[in-house]
């Protein structure tokens, strides 16, 4: 169990009322998907920030805002995403491509989804963490060898590993070596893109404990982005609930899970089955919008099953109930003037 | 469904067997995908029987059998009492193909995109003929009903503007349409968000009505919240085969109970902190002689590493272990063994 970040906090990571749109132009139709609409979050020194969401709500375009990997027909709208580097503040998408990759990986880190395909099948593994020094830690090409060996020993990753092709791994070594070489230059701030998806569960629980053995070493940031509220409710310590671009709710990890407020949020954690139990689990109704398309007023509406009129009309505006503790939704913070229903 | 016919087991699979054989310049490399597999569907009464375990184990390459997909090198597959392990062609293929029907993994996968969704049903339809031309639409309506669709909702449709839940939705009604006794799903919902994943699980449980179901997976927790009977494999085997409750409420095998131990629940309380034993190499345990877990399991003795474990029944199941050996009783294993319903052996 990771302890809270010691008082004061200081922020890693801010982002402030962020919109990234994908801008599309065919045949003189234009079309915008608002992946990302207006959000707004703040990441703590060392602490696992976890953000949850269907596919399609924005997590990804997100992530790769905060990367910085910022390119058509991705463009920002609005909003800032600052990192606070040595105790400088950094504008991300103010800093030109070359100051933008000098931070990369040394500072801010990615763990890419799908990591079966990120390493080149035809280098040796060895030779992939050859290139990526020789690309962004200059100061160490000459002892390149040993420093990998041992980061991989102090991973518990065998060593023969680096003279095999990455076909010749299963994926759940793959992904851990990609993890190893996203984690290698020690990164402040490590985004982990659906690290666990698509694994079994004895390698996913193999990942957790890779990731919480890197950030226990180096005291590092993580960012991680998955669906799988399992994976959120055994690693993160705080959460982000993503709905179509919007945050719908946000808490330390046992407030989320033991009292959510968003009706969302208590669809997300009650559809799961548990492994001790039988009994009937609801699903969703519906599914998420398309974002160039979004409903109109609170977004879940039309799948909410405590809809009120004024969900169809009125965006509800983050608010904090309790410190700590976000919510959108007009059940919690009812608009002025209109008698609400209190969640059953 | 009412049958005429009288058969003793829906399915039956004794020591099913399938090897790849890959050849590298003058080497040659045999891998036994499945080894010696048994199990048995019952005829009286359908179930959900999941097939559970890691990538490698087996488990696809078991349902591809079940399929007829895949020849098996050795052993036997009688379905409705007919042996149906080498099934070529000609109408006996046909009658097979329409009792056994498969659901597959990725839904975006399954369909091609420039096709229009109904074309594949009226395919199905026209290929088992199950109505002629003109009448197909009842069958189609009927199935698409069974999962909670009409045929005016996918009618003329392309597989974009369906859902990913919709998608498989219409891969399980095309199953659906012969009417079978059996389906296979393989990983039916891994390419699913969670809350459709519930959406496709629930509708397993609502077809038990109609047939059985042979639901492949490596999510244990919807493997425990919708099937009757489990069955664990790892690298070939089958190590563990009984009640759901029982398999996964009380492991006996300790790969069963790693797999237990793995499952990250969603809940911070239930935060599991012991740490796990992951397979170092990957192709080893296929040959070695003895127990293919021998190398990861805590329990370890000096046997595991040179006898093969047998199928031992332990408290209602059956267990591929050496630690449960002297406790065995012969008709006990074949008790354990038995489908839900005390198969007329």
Redesign the interface.
Known sequence: ?IAPPATPVTNVAEVRDLRAYYVTETSNVQRTVRAVDGISLQIQEGEVYGIAG??GCGKSTLLKVLLGMVTPPLSIVGGSVHYRVDDRDVDILALSESERRAMRWSVVSYIPQGSMHVLNPVRKIRDTFRDFIAAHKPSWVRQTDEHVRGYLNDLGL?ERVLGAYPHHL???MRQRVTIALATILSPRLILADEPTT?L???????V??LLEDIRARTRSTLVLVT????????LANRVLVLYAGQVMEEAD??TL??QPLHPYTQ???N??????E?A?????PG?PPALDHAPSGCRFHPRCPYAMEVCKTVVPPLMEVRPGHRVACHLVNPPNGSAAHAVG | MPSAETFKALLRVQDLTREFVSRRGLSTRHLVAVDRANLTISADQHEILTIAGESGSGKTTLARMMLGLVEPTSGHMLFKDRDVSHITGGANRKWFRRQVQPVFQDPFATFNPLRRIDSYLYETVGNYGVAPRKTADEPIERALNAVGLSLREVKGRYPSELSGGQLQRVSIARALITDPSLLVADEPVSMLDASLRMSVVNLFRELKARQSVIYITHDLATAYYASDRVAIMLRGWIVELGPVQKVLGEPKHPYTQLLKTSVLEPDPRQKSTERVSLAASDEGSFVRVGCRFADRCPHVMDICRSVEPPDVPVDGRLVKCHLYESQSSTEEAAEAAAPLVASAT
């Open positions: 169990m269907e596919s065998p299963s994926g759940g698509a079994d569960v004895v390698v996913q629980r193999g957790i404990q669906h799988d509220m399992g994976v959120h409710a055994n990890t046992l899970f033991e669809y997300l954690i559809s799961l089955p548990k492994l001790d039988r009937e689990r609801v699903s969703i599914r």
